[in-house]
C-alpha cells in the first residue's frame, strides 16, 4: 500500500531557529511530491513541487529534497517567524500498476508547527 | 497557479438533508478534483472529475452519497446527500496544472458541520 507519514506531529520552536519537517513514503514509483501550508480553517497553499528527477526546490527560506531510494523527503524551514505557523502537509502522487492518477495525491497527516516570539 | 473559490464556506446542516458545494476555477482545467478532511485528519481524494464524462470515484466513496457535476471546464459541483453527522467535514476542490508538473492549487474549502 502507498503511504505518506510525516513525523513530528506536532513542532514548537522559537523564533529564528532553523528546522526540518520530514516526509516518508513507502513507494519508491513516484511521480511527484508536494509540499502544502494550511492554516486553521482555511484550505492548501502550495510551497514547493519536487519532481521525481529533481533532488530540491527552494523558494526563499524554504527548501525542500527528496529522496527517492530512501523514501524520504525534508522541507528545511530557515529563519523561522511566528507567522509560519500552520499544519504542513506533503503529498506524493505515485505510478500506479495499472496505470497513474496524476491527481491522486496521497497525504500524509501533517506537523503543527508553532514559532514562539 | 490558479485562483478557485468555493461556495458556501460553511454550512450548519441537519441529519438527512443534502448541501451542493460548487467549485469555480479562473481558468480551464481537464480535471478537477473533490478531496475530504475530516477533523483532525489529513485529505482524502473523494473523486476525480472529468468534463463530459462521469466522475471517478475512490475506494469508499459512491455516487449515491457524493453525486458530482462537470458542465464545463471550470466549474463542478459536489452534492453530499442524506448527510449524518459522521459527514461533518472540510470538502476542498482542487485542480492541477500539466504544464506545471501536475502541481495541485486547492480551494479554501466548505466547513460542513451535519446536527
Known amino acids: 500500500k502507498q503511504e505518506v507519514t510525516q513525523i513530528p506531529a506536532a513542532l514548537s520552536v522559537p523564533e529564528g531557529e532553523n528546522l526540518v519537517l520530514n516526509c516518508s513514503f513507502t513507494?519508491?514509483?513516484?511521480?511527484?511530491l508536494q509540499w502544502f501550508r494550511q492554516d486553521p480553517g482555511k484550505g492548501l497553499t502550495s510551497l514547493l513541487l519536487?519532481?521525481?528527477?529533481?533532488r530540491e526546490q527552494t523558494s526563499g527560506r524554504l527548501n525542500a529534497s527528496l529522496d527517492k531510494s530512501s523514501g524520504r523527503s525534508t522541507l528545511y524551514i530557515a529563519a523561522s517567524q511566528p507567522g509560519d505557523s500552520a499544519t504542513y502537509l506533503c503529498?506524493?502522487?505515485?505510478f500506479g500498476a495499472g496505470g497513474t492518477s496524476y491527481g491522486k495525491l496521497t497525504f500524509g497527516q501533517g506537523t503543527i508547527l508553532t514559532v514562539h516570539p | 497557479s490558479a485562483v478557485i473559490s468555493q461556495k458556501p464556506s460553511r454550512d450548519i446542516c441537519q441529519r438527512g438533508t443534502s448541501l451542493t458545494i460548487q467549485c469555480q476555477v479562473d481558468?480551464?482545467?481537464?480535471?478537477m478534483f473533490w478531496y475530504r478532511q475530516q477533523p483532525g485528519q489529513s485529505l482524502t481524494l473523494i473523486a476525480t472529475a472529468n468534463q463530459g464524462s462521469e466522475a471517478t470515484y475512490e475506494s469508499g466513496f459512491v455516487i449515491d452519497k457524493f453525486p458530482i457535476s462537470r458542465p464545463n471546464l471550470t466549474f463542478s459541483t459536489l452534492t453530499v446527500s442524506n448527510m449524518s453527522p459522521e459527514d461533518s467535514s472540510i470538502y476542498l476542490c482542487?485542480?492541477?496544472?500539466?504544464?506545471?508538473?501536475?502541481?495541485?492549487?486547492f480551494g479554501p474549502g466548505t466547513r460542513l458541520t451535519v446536527t
Open positions: 519536487i519532481q521525481s528527477s529533481q
Open positions: 513507494d519508491s514509483a513516484i511521480y511527484n
Open positions: 482542487s485542480v492541477d496544472k500539466q504544464g506545471n508538473g501536475y502541481e495541485q492549487y
Open positions: 481558468s480551464q482545467v481537464t480535471m
Open positions: 503529498a506524493a502522487i505515485f
